[in-house]
């Protein structure tokens, strides 16, 4: 019978990973006491180490957000102005083809 498999969510490999950093047991008894392969909790170690040098990186994901926040504040701005002067070109019965100047 083919077994499916299991899709474990972040919170569960960064608890196994890092127990498996901590080095109290080995990682035989981690993947008993968890429930997956020994490789999978190398793998998950592995990935752990390698990105934790991306949390203390100078703050990139913060001002990548602050950036985006203002583009769209700026771009709801944009249309909030588009759709002002749509609703008084509608108004004037002008055709939208016509081009005031």
Known sequence: MKRTRKKHNAGFKAK???????????????ANEF???????????KQLLDGAAGVFEGGGAAV?????EAQV?????QIGQLKVENDLYEGLGVKRDVVLL
Do not use: F
């Not at 429930?35 to 170690?45: E, R």
């Open 35 to 45: 429930g997956v392969h020994p490789n999978q909790i190398y793998n998950w170690k």
């Open 16 to 30: 196994v990973a890092l127990a498996a950093v901590r080095g109290d047991r080995t990682i035989a008894e981690l």
């Open 73 to 77: 504040d700026l771009l709801y701005r």
């Open 64 to 68: 990548e957000g602050v950036a985006s």
